[in-house]
């Protein structure tokens, strides 16, 4: 599809370069080639896992975690980030610090004031081949690998000075010469060349680090949820910076926190999950009204197994239907990291797919 819609993975500056280059094809054995030193000269334990980003490496001591995510895709970039655990968690913590793992490029753009900033500043764009990350680790990170965070205070302070207004913007309608675009944290998503721009279904943070600030086992909180965008009358679907599903659509219905009902211009409908947005659950044609229990009807008769996956967040209770419709989880670390299930936030779905709270 050609939409003229740049994606987050198509914004990503290279170490000192005057222009932008598209990454090489990753393979995870790259990882151990230049990542091998955390064993050897600083005793980690490094550890290899899977998840929907990708390929995911976790370097473990006692007082220091480095995570770097390689994804699946030929055109990504790896993201690392490096925090502090245990007895040095503790430790910023009681000095005020309220930032618990940093990204590795912020941490090379703190110290070394020659590399290229770029023109927006959002937390996935700073993406670097594996390479040059493994050489920022052992360039600006070499006392916190010996679990010494002396230098937290600082490299917060100073990153929320590049930040500044980049930081926590969310979406953003932007307009040039008459016509609008979008950013999320200023990272640029569409370009300006609509005559209208509109978000539905944005993040509503209900629940943030903040709410967990006095436990220091709690690194991260993330809102499983995928914003609506419609540009010039067509619907695609966001995460964060990144279009997961395209404009192609005259309007799209959120079910439940991954069900997205998608209708095409000539009456098509299709349902998809996004934990496999590439396999829809169910494609079928519809004219007239259209309602939710009509939808239900025709997947129930038609398409059961789609149906039954509906029917896991879909409830018919006290004469209404519910959904799960957002859902927040967290980050913790103990002796190893593990994700938690924070909340469920369900609403009352209506037939014309309006909804409200419980």
Same mark, same amino acid.
């Given at each position: 599809m050609s939409t003229g819609i740049p994606t987050g993975g198509n914004f990503v500056f290279i170490l000192k370069a005057d222009k932008v280059t598209m990454p090489e094809k990753l393979e995870s054995g790259h990882f151990l080639f230049h990542f091998v030193f955390l064993e050897e000269e600083y005793g980690f334990k490094i550890q290899q896992t899977m998840d929907v980003?990708?390929?995911?490496?976790?370097?473990?001591?006692?007082?220091?975690?480095?995570?770097?995510?390689?994804?699946?895709?030929?055109?990504? *970039?790896?993201?690392?980030?490096?925090?502090?655990?245990?007895?040095?968690?503790?430790?910023?913590?009681?000095?005020?610090?309220?930032?618990? %793992?940093? *990204?590795?490029?912020?941490i090379a753009h703190c110290f070394d004031a020659t590399l290229e900033s770029p023109s927006h500043w959002e937390s996935f764009i700073q993406k670097r081949p594996l390479p040059i990350l493994a050489e920022y680790i052992k360039k600006y990170c070499r006392k916190m690998l010996q679990g010494d965070f002396s230098q937290w205070v600082f490299l917060e302070q100073r990153i929320q000075e590049l930040l500044g207004e980049y930081k926590n913007c969310g979406y953003k309608i932007v307009e040039?010469?008459?016509?609008?675009?979008?950013?999320?944290?200023?990272?640029?998503?569409?370009?300006?060349? *609509?005559? %209208?721009?509109?978000?539905?279904?944005? *993040?509503?943070?209900?629940?943030?680090?903040?709410?967990?600030?006095?436990?220091?086992?709690?690194?991260?909180?993330?809102?499983?949820?995928?914003?609506?965008?419609?540009?010039?009358?067509?619907?695609?679907?966001?995460?964060?910076?990144?279009?997961?599903?395209?404009?192609?659509?005259?309007?799209?219905?959120?079910?439940?926190?991954?069900?997205?009902?998608?209708?095409?211009?000539?009456?098509?409908?299709?349902?998809?999950?996004?934990?496999?947005?590439?396999?829809?659950?169910?494609?079928?044609?519809?004219?007239?009204?259209?309602c939710l229990e009509k939808i239900l009807q025709i997947l129930k008769a038609d398409f059961p197994a789609a149906y039954a996956e509906l029917d896991k967040r879909l409830h018919f209770r006290d004469g209404r239907y519910i959904s799960e419709y957002r859902r927040y989880s967290g980050t913790e670390y103990f002796s190893h990291i593990h994700d938690f299930d924070i909340a469920t936030v369900e609403v009352v779905i209506r037939d014309d797919f309006s909804v409200s709270p419980c």
């Open positions: 980003s990708g390929c995911v490496y976790t370097a473990l001591t006692s007082n220091c975690v480095i995570k770097i995510v390689v994804p699946d895709g030929p055109n990504s *970039y790896p993201i690392g980030t490096i925090q502090p655990v245990g007895t040095a968690l503790q430790e910023i913590i009681e000095k005020g610090c309220g930032q618990r %793992s940093m *990204y590795i490029s912020h040039l010469n008459g016509k609008l675009g979008l950013t999320y944290n200023r990272t640029p998503m569409l370009e300006p060349i *609509y005559s %209208s721009v509109e978000i539905t279904n944005d *993040y509503s943070h209900e629940y943030t680090l903040d709410d967990y600030k006095d436990d220091p086992s709690i690194i991260g909180v993330g809102e499983y949820n995928f914003p609506i965008a419609i540009a010039d009358g067509k619907y695609g679907l966001l995460m964060q910076s990144e279009v997961w599903l395209g404009f192609d659509y005259r309007r799209i219905i959120k079910l439940t926190l991954c069900h997205y009902l998608c209708q095409r211009e000539d009456g098509v409908f299709v349902l998809y999950d996004m934990v496999d947005r590439l396999k829809p659950l169910a494609i079928f044609t519809l004219s007239g009204e259209l």
